[in-house]
């Protein structure tokens, strides 16, 4: 389905409460949680559930849900078509800035007033797919917008980062989505600069001013979390994943995996 809403207690009831092994979507998931003890791996780090918030992974995103205990939440799923029939923008998710492609997604910590109102939201987009209201799904998208658009505004961002005119953003959101389709071919920071049509030194400036790192940081960022994925959860030789993301020795990936992570690839899919 587009979209669906469940509940953290129902899925937790399907499963036995077992945990289910790490693994990826090509849709959204939103969880808005009440109460939960346990883990929520997002591309390889570990968030401690709590009280009041929201986890949101994006397409992609390698997750896996540990629990201690039967939870209490909401668990909203939906894919970019529709929100293109809901009619919702299609930069509308890179602008609320809440879903990462790559890199660190912490969850959301609400305060009670903010966490009740999403909690009410939830609720009439159950009521909506539970009646035989026309338009059921357009109104649920209207909420589900309404529900990003409220977690949005509970984070810490800069008012000027929601702003599409601003320059700077354009750069950023045409910036993340070229790295998110042209990292296992461009490494280079020029590469990026020239198809943006600006210097390698403005982009780079740019990108650290909005995000706090040099735009290098975000592309090796992308190349050592592909790696992973790879690593993790394909049997390809080592020298393949190295090809696969564009290192045409194995030698040089091998180093570059090192310095990034700390340990060899080899090492880290023996741990792992």
Excluded at 159 to 173: G, S, V
Excluded at 178 to 191: G, P
Excluded at 244 to 253: A, D, K, M, V
Aim: with cysteine; net charge negative; proline share 3%.
């Amino acid at each position: 389905m587009d979209f669906r809403l469940q509940t953290m207690e129902d899925i937790y009831d399907l499963a036995n409460g077992e945990t289910d092994i790490a693994h990826r979507h090509d849709y959204y998931t939103v969880l808005l949680v009440e109460d939960a003890i346990g883990m929520h791996t997002i591309d390889y780090t570990k968030f401690p559930f709590g009280k009041s918030e929201v986890h949101f992974v994006s397409t992609g995103q390698v997750h896996q849900i540990q629990l201690e205990q039967r939870p209490i939440g909401s668990v909203i799923t939906f894919t970019q078509s529709f929100l293109m029939e809901s009619g919702i923008p299609e930069d509308f998710i890179t602008n609320i800035n809440l879903f990462q492609n790559f890199g660190h997604s912490p969850p959301l910590k609400l305060d009670g007033t903010t966490f009740h109102l999403l909690n009410r939201i939830t609720k009439e987009m159950s009521t909506c797919l539970s009646t035989d209201l026309y338009y059921g799904h357009r109104a649920a998208g209207a909420l589900l917008q309404l529900f990003l658009i409220y977690c949005s505004n509970s984070t810490q961002l800069d008012a000027a980062q929601l702003d599409t005119e601003n320059a700077a953003i354009c750069i950023h959101r045409a910036f993340k989505q070229l790295v998110e389709e042209r990292f296992t071919h461009w490494h280079k920071v020029q590469e990026y600069a020239a198809e943006l049509h600006i210097s390698r030194k403005h982009l780079s400036q740019t990108i650290k001013k909005i995000t706090g790192k040099v735009a290098k940081e975000h592309i090796q960022d992308r190349l050592t979390l592909e790696a992973k994925r790879l690593l993790l959860h394909t049997s390809l030789p080592i020298s393949q994943v190295g090809y696969e993301i564009g290192f045409e020795e194995p030698l040089y990936f091998s180093a570059f995996f090192k310095k990034r992570v700390g340990v060899s690839p080899s090492r880290f899919r023996a741990v792992r």
